[in-house]
């Protein structure tokens, strides 16, 4: 399906992003990436030399029409997955004017480069499980749930899927374009080292040798592996590749909902399972951040086949594994491609 086909990800040098580069590029696709340079000192990007396993990387700006009208022309994909964004619900707060522009306006530029591409057959989008109205219902979000958002980060992901649909109808269905968009649960994995995220913390105050700090014990989210995700993200772009323009809608690809677990749990699990880590929870006053948070994954499981194969167990002791051979300064490439290696036969070695 994927050899030699040609794949534009935008947001490529991001944790998710480089992940699926890695993917694809071992199903044999000609993977371009268009991105801004890693804000992050270590990234999965650099410490799996990504760059060295594609076939071109375009540092710029999602915002960039002409530079991503120039990219399009030059690589010729069939398919592009929109990653690009600002993607953290703190650094909204702190930053609301560049995350409603990189994730609304960055969304709309590349729809209308992609309107113009003789070559894109198909696109999808991914936005986020916390695009929904939060109403902390013990319940899971479904596909047709309203759109919202109490934060900027969560308010512009709406937006994204509501200027999804508008080019969707608008421009992209006519031209023959099958636009789809995911939303993904809480991802985790080796390799995220991104600000005021659950895991990359937890790493961050181990090698400091100082207890990991959480904000909200009780808050539960969707946790899983950046592989899941990504898994039904391939399943669906196979869909609209065949040219299934019923597969051009929203889908959610969330864990099991057993594996919705507190942040409690998960700070329990990790200092259970790493020698001398400690949790404490932040005196501070913290922004306001959604304390429940599930999704239906319905949908996906029976339209697509697409189904969890880690459990949130399995997927916490993969990102300890990761960041172990991180440590002791093992071939990361290696290391992750047999990550990708297990969860395809459905291991958890």
């Not at 530079?67 to 990653?83: A, R, W």
């Not at 991802?187 to 005021?196: H, M, P, R, S």
């Not at 880690?310 to 051979?325: D, G, I, P, V, Y």
Request: charged fraction near 20%.
């Amino acid at each position: 399906m994927w050899k030699d086909r040609s794949v534009l990800i935008t947001g490529h040098t991001g944790f998710k992003g480089g992940w699926l580069a890695l993917w694809l590029a071992r199903r044999g696709a000609n993977v371009h990436g268009y991105a801004l340079d890693s804000p992050t000192t270590f990234n999965f990007f650099q410490a799996c030399d990504i760059r060295s396993r594609i076939h071109s990387s375009t540092i710029a700006d999602i915002r960039d029409l002409a530079s991503l009208q120039t990219t399009l022309q030059q690589t010729q994909p069939e398919i592009v997955f929109h990653l690009a964004a600002q993607s953290l619900v703190r650094k909204s707060y702190h930053a609301p004017l560049e995350t409603f522009s990189a994730n609304v306006m960055g969304t709309a530029t590349l729809l209308e480069a992609v309107r113009h591409a003789d070559s894109v057959k198909a696109v999808v989008n991914i936005t986020t499980d916390k695009c929904y109205s939060n109403q902390e219902w013990p319940w899971p979000y479904r596909e047709n749930e309203p759109l919202g958002g109490d934060d900027p980060y969560s308010a512009s992901k709406a937006c994204a899927e509501l200027v999804s649909h508008a080019y969707r109808t608008a421009f992209l269905a006519d031209a023959g374009i099958h636009l789809a968009t995911a939303r993904a649960g809480n991802v985790i994995g080796g390799g995220d080292w991104a600000e005021n995220r659950l895991l990359p913390d937890f790493f961050r105050a181990l090698n400091a040798g100082k207890p990991l700090v959480i904000r909200s014990p009780q808050a539960t989210r969707p946790w899983q592996h950046v592989l899941e995700p990504l898994a039904g993200y391939l399943l669906l772009a196979e869909r609209l590749l065949t040219g299934k323009k019923d597969f051009a809608e929203a889908w959610n690809f969330g864990p099991e909902e057993s594996d919705s677990k507190s942040v409690r749990w998960i700070a329990e699990w990790l200092c259970s399972h790493q020698p001398g880590a400690m949790w404490q929870i932040e005196q501070s006053e913290c922004v306001h951040e959604a304390l429940a948070l599930k999704v239906d994954s319905s949908k996906a499981k029976h339209r697509l086949g697409w189904m969890p194969r880690w459990s949130l167990e399995q997927a916490l002791f993969k990102t300890l594994q990761w960041n172990r051979h991180f440590q002791a300064h093992d071939n990361m490439a290696t290391v992750s491609l047999e990550h990708i290696a297990d969860y395809e036969s459905g291991h958890c070695a």
